[in-house]
């Protein structure tokens, strides 16, 4: 099936520093690459999400310029945290539509597995 | 009100035991995905639903569209199946939304 590869899985970083997040789409061409993040005992949410090609879409309430998105090619989005904080210590997690399949099977969506960072 | 609602919120069981995981929700979806996360925080994807049953080793998943609610059911569960599992739901405007987890304990 679909395989959805991020990295790196953990990541511990100095406060000002900046952090890179892959997400790649290893068998499949992903237009679309979603962003979510999870604060610790709460659900995933959405942060924003990569168009290949195009701006990212920001939810609500997250700094695009905290968080840069760039979805340069159809197999690879990446998630740039800048001038990292304390508080942006979260898991991060992406998912990829595999829209090649979508008329055949249905809605695919395919996640990585995780990056946790910790800034200290 | 949480637009996906998982029950329950928390569950510890001995070893062996059926295991039944809930998710109830409120909106139109185009498919339901059931998730394993570690407590590393690592996930893993289990199942992706769009009507009827699906069925993984030990792993069972249900959707029923009409009543909007999905079960997933673990059989002879073991210590390592000890995880957070998370229902999330296709929104028809392709966002993801997720249920706030639940988590399972179980004892040797």
């Known amino acids: 099936g679909a395989v959805v590869s991020q990295h790196p899985s953990r990541v511990i970083c100095k406060s000002g520093t900046s952090v890179k997040i892959e997400c790649r789409s290893l068998?499949?061409?992903?237009?679309?690459m979603f962003w979510y993040r999870q604060f610790p005992k709460q659900s995933l949410m959405l942060m924003a999400t990569?168009?290949?090609?195009?701006?990212?879409?920001?939810e609500q309430g997250v700094e695009k310029d905290k968080f840069l998105i760039n979805h340069a090619s159809l197999t690879l989005s990446t998630l740039t945290v800048t001038s990292a904080h304390p508080e942006d210590s979260s898991f991060y997690i992406c998912s990829a539509d595999d829209y090649g399949n979508r008329l055949i099977r249905g809605t695919e969506a395919f996640f990585g597995q995780g990056t946790r960072l910790t800034v200290v | 009100k949480n637009e996906v609602e998982q029950s329950p919120q928390n569950l510890t069981a001995q070893e062996g035991e059926f295991i039944t995981i809930n998710c109830s929700y409120s909106v139109g979806i185009s498919a339901l995905h059931w998730l394993q996360q570690h407590p590393g925080g690592g996930i893993v994807s289990l199942f992706m639903l769009s009507s009827g049953k699906k069925k993984h080793g030990r792993l069972i998943a249900t959707i029923n569209i009409q009543e909007k609610h999905s079960s997933l059911h673990i059989t002879a569960s073991h210590p390592r199946d000890s995880a957070v599992y998370i229902c999330?739901?296709?929104?028809?405007?392709?966002?993801?939304?997720f249920g706030k987890g639940t988590r399972l304990h179980i004892l040797p």
């Open positions: 068998d499949f061409q992903a237009t679309t």
């Open positions: 990569s168009n290949e090609g195009s701006k990212a879409t920001y």
């Open positions: 999330a739901v296709r929104h028809r405007d392709d966002k993801i939304i």
